[in-house]
């Protein structure tokens, strides 16, 4: 099965790799069985690679559901994906749903994706963000004119999904782990250990990600190089990163940051790939 261009994210996502996929991908293994991502996210790594044989997972049930509906239903969700208006009331009333828990539960799986893709492409910075209690919080964007139904990336997600052998998870990142082999690979996306406190982003899901998270991860990471699994692990250049993977392959790539509110905050930033291998 060859790569197909068509073929990349259809969501902006915190900390996605679009924009230094380039970077990773000359660390990636040319072989392995199946390949493992239990922080999908945005699924950069996953559709610049189009495994035949993978196991996905997010915590965010949100955005498993979009891409089982992506797979199942897609179009049925283009269809849906027309409906929406990129006009500010719209969008607050849209952005509501999940605080009026009796009509989120009646939206179908197609609905509840429709609205996420919706958002994402006109909200504020195309930035995912959810508060304590699971809300979406990010405000209107005021985009002239946001690609809010793509349908040729959608249907070529689509396809590959259905090409494939994928299987999809919602749980905690060591479960979806459970059955991984010798010659499989796994790429680790965690969300970041922050840099500094005021940046500190895991708002994309409830619950953050905080340093025994991280510590837990690394527990398992250990893991999989005691059953020779080959992983690579992206993460941010903090001293504790460092010294808790001290006894891995480390490397430094330089990345863009694109999401902040302070424009003079954007720019060029060191981040690590650690490996095992």
């Not at 035949?52 to 239903?73: F, G, H, P, Q, T």
């Not at 690579?232 to 006894?247: A, G, M, P, R, V």
Request: hydrophobic share 35%; net charge positive; charged share 25%.
């Amino acid at each position: 099965m060859g790569k197909n261009k068509l073929i990349k994210p259809v969501v902006k996502w915190v900390g996605g790799k679009r924009q230094i996929i380039k970077k990773i991908t000359p660390y990636i293994p040319q072989t392995f069985l199946t390949y493992y991502e239990p922080f999908l996210g945005g699924g950069a790594v996953l559709f610049a690679l189009q495994p035949k044989k993978a196991v996905v997972n997010d915590i965010n049930s949100e955005l498993m559901n979009l891409y089982v509906v992506i797979k199942d239903n897609v179009e049925d969700l283009i269809v849906d994906l027309k409906k929406h208006k990129n006009e500010a009331g719209y969008f607050y009333k849209i952005r509501e749903l999940d605080r009026q828990k009796d009509m989120y539960q009646n939206l179908t799986p197609i609905q509840k994706a429709s609205r996420i893709i919706y958002l994402n492409k006109t909200c504020y910075n195309g930035l995912f963000r959810v508060n304590k209690t699971g809300e979406f919080n990010t405000p209107f964007g005021h985009y002239k004119k946001p690609n809010i139904v793509n349908e040729v990336t959608l249907r070529a997600v689509s396809d590959y999904f259905n090409r494939a052998e994928i299987e999809f998870f919602c749980d905690d990142f060591a479960k979806s782990l459970q059955n991984v082999q010798k010659d499989d690979f796994v790429y680790l996306d965690p969300p970041y250990d922050p840099l500094s406190d005021t940046s500190n982003f895991t708002g994309y899901s409830r619950g953050g990600f905080g340093q025994i998270e991280q510590i837990r991860l690394k527990e398992l990471c250990d893991q999989l190089n005691e059953k020779k699994v080959k992983f690579l692990l992206s993460n941010s250049s903090t001293d504790f990163i460092k010294e808790l993977y001290q006894d891995y392959r480390i490397e430094v790539v330089q990345a863009s940051r694109l999401i902040n509110s302070r424009a003079d905050k954007r720019g060029e930033i060191s981040e690590l790939l650690i490996m095992n291998y």
